[in-house]
């Protein structure tokens, strides 16, 4: 019966789809674009672009406009942003935007947005970058982000806040990091490889019709793991991926059909004590988009797609790595517990926007069919409203589903994907590309969420709702002088997550199994975030940016929370200066420094605390022609 179901719903949305196709009304209407560079929309951080030439997005109809008439809460960085502040990386730039919260880890860094940890989809040129259903996120560089519920998404992966990238270079690696649980560390000498990156960008286009493109990357992290006695191992991290792109665009009588088809594949290869772990993510995804314009006004998007995914070595369960780091256990080696399978993901969707006098609304959703798991549908609606010149109000509502860890898929329960249920009220003030402040209040609700714990495991399913502001401005004071800021505050409250382990105690009256439950707190990173700086253009090519954060106390949680704390988080204080035609036309110099004044602090890791990144200096030369 669900199976017949299934069928019903996937050949109504078809018909639907190729009934929409017969020619019926005018000729779409062109969207407004702004050939701007330099002028960098700001409206909030759920959705994003970074590393663009213009400040321009290209969302439901795939077509470019302005990021204020945009259906969802949108937010572009341009090129030049990205190359006046000397951000390297995806994580240097996001820890600066609104919302976003990166936490260091050994491995890498975990990105929170609005109090939900590794709620991203890294995206480049459209295509996934995330292994499967692990849950693990692959971090490699600057991108550009996308994301919002304000717009249906294409991937069907993780929540509905996408990242889209671009030019990348690997993060400076950590030489090392804790595994004790608060019992201190050791300072001792060695030396390991250097990690890095690299990538090769290839596009082209035939009569603006048909275009290909792609990537293919590696990159390496290395690091070393410490356990509180004189053992230390060298941790290695490497994540190689390719993928390549095709994409039509074509009018066909009065409507626009748009083809997209693509395949990639993204490795996951882990080093810790002497225990490899290797994971493979392959997928072929193909796409059918068609617009057109409806009754004068409105604006009709509809599409489907197909993708399938081949997941070699997903993560079930291993071992908590410190027990097996003791004295006293017989076993060095920890054991993982891995499985090979593919799964199928089909999708419709469609998108409806109008306008009334001067409120622009839309609405839309979409129907997902997982291999795996039931039907799923999602939707979203909001409305834009220009009240006056300087002034404009954006509601967006919108729902999103998760994909599914890959220890749900095969576990022994039943289960319903994680989902979020989102609110996004913004209020902007933008008299001109100068000034510019712009307030967002949000609501996050998440139902069967699941928390990841290395000793616990999955936890439980639980719920949490998320309540929060944004504030973000930029001020140009003089022709010389430029002020920014932004701001983030939030609070959760909800469920606990619950984890409980299994144990089999072999005695002389036979087998008996020994249950251990315990709860933690969720982890929703920092509750304040401010970030603050200025600009200083003294010269027609230099310019200086001196840089201000803090963030709030972090809370941290070990050995099934009977270690618990918060662990203070210092101001940061940071330095960028940029001199274009540096020694010859074209060339540019940046030279910066981040943790100015060498701050001590520790995080949370994944097995312990960490020692924080310590003052770091950094200069990056590039030529362009």
Not at 268 to 282: F, G, P, W, Y
Not at 413 to 427: A, K, M, V
């Amino acid at each position: 019966m669900k199976n017949k179901f299934k069928n019903i719903i996937l050949q109504l949305a078809a018909f639907l789809f190729i009934f929409l196709l017969c020619p019926f009304t005018v000729w779409s209407a062109k969207s407004e674009i702004v050939n701007d560079d330099n002028n960098v929309q700001i409206d909030d951080t759920m959705l994003m672009f970074i590393g663009e030439d213009l400040s321009v997005v290209t969302l439901a109809s795939r077509r470019p406009e302005s990021p204020e008439n945009a259906p969802a809460i949108v937010r572009v960085v341009g090129r030049t942003e990205i190359e006046k502040h000397g951000y390297l990386t995806i994580a240097e730039l996001l820890s600066n935007e609104p919302g976003f919260y990166m936490a260091q880890r050994g491995q890498g860094t975990l990105p929170y947005l609005r109090g939900i940890p590794d709620g991203i989809l890294f995206l480049y040129d459209g295509t996934g970058k995330d292994i499967g259903s692990t849950g693990i996120s692959v971090l490699a560089g600057s991108e550009k982000l996308l994301g919002g519920t304000g717009s249906f998404g294409y991937s069907g992966k993780k929540w509905d806040f996408f990242i889209r990238g671009y030019t990348a270079k690997d993060e400076w690696p950590d030489d090392s990091y804790l595994i004790g649980i608060l019992e201190g560390g050791q300072i001792s000498t060695g030396t390991i490889d250097n990690s890095h990156y690299g990538e090769v960008i290839y596009n082209a286009s035939l009569d603006n019709w048909l275009s290909v493109s792609g990537r293919v990357s590696d990159f390496i992290r290395r690091y070393t793991m410490h356990e509180p006695g004189p053992l230390s191992w060298e941790g290695k991290r490497r994540s190689p991926s390719w993928f390549m792109k095709v994409n039509a665009l074509k009018p066909v009588g009065l409507s626009n059909i748009s083809m997209t088809a693509y395949v990639n594949s993204i490795s996951n290869d882990i080093t810790k004590v002497d225990l490899e772990q290797e994971q493979k993510d392959s997928s072929v995804y193909g796409e059918i988009l068609w617009d057109r314009q409806i009754f004068d006004t409105g604006f009709l998007t509809a599409g489907v797609s197909f993708k399938n995914s081949w997941i070699d070595g997903a993560v079930l369960a291993e071992d908590f790595l410190p027990d097996y780091l003791k004295p006293t256990h017989d076993i060095l080696i920890p054991t993982i517990s891995q499985k090979d399978y593919t799964e199928s993901l089909s999708s419709f969707f469609a998108q409806y926007r109008d306008k009334w006098h001067s409120v622009e609304w839309w609405a839309g959703g979409r129907i997902d069919d997982h291999s795996r798991y039931d039907i799923r549908v999602s939707y979203n609606f909001g409305c834009n409203l220009q009240f006056a010149k300087e002034w404009r109000i954006k509601v967006a509502y919108g729902t999103a589903y998760r994909t599914p860890y890959s220890g749900q898929l095969f576990g022994e329960d039943s289960f319903d994907p994680e989902g979020i249920y989102t609110l996004n009220l913004q209020l902007a003030w933008k008299p001109d590309s100068n000034r510019i402040i712009a307030l967002t209040a949000f609501y996050n609700r998440l139902t069967d969420y699941v928390q990841n714990d290395p000793y616990g495991g999955l936890s439980a399913p639980f719920s949490q709702n998320i309540l929060g502001l944004e504030l973000m401005g930029r001020l140009d004071i003089t022709d010389t002088l430029n002020l920014f800021a932004s701001a983030t505050v939030m609070n959760s409250q909800g469920d606990s997550p619950q984890y409980t382990l299994v144990y089999i105690y072999h005695g002389p009256d036979g087998d008996r199994k020994i249950y251990e439950i315990w709860e933690e707190p969720f982890d929703n990173g920092p509750n304040f975030m401010l970030n603050m700086g200025v600009t200083w253009k003294f010269d027609e090519t230099k310019q200086v940016i001196l840089d201000y954060g803090i963030t709030d106390s972090i809370a941290y949680s070990f050995t099934k929370d009977t270690v618990t704390g918060r662990f203070d988080a210092p101001a940061m204080l940071g330095i960028t200066f940029r001199a274009d035609d540096f020694l010859i036309k074209g060339a540019s110099m940046t030279i910066g420094g981040r943790n100015l004044l060498d701050q001590k602090y520790t995080v949370p890791g994944i097995y312990g605390p960490e020692k924080g990144r310590p003052l770091t200096v950094f200069a990056l030369w590039s030529y362009k022609w």
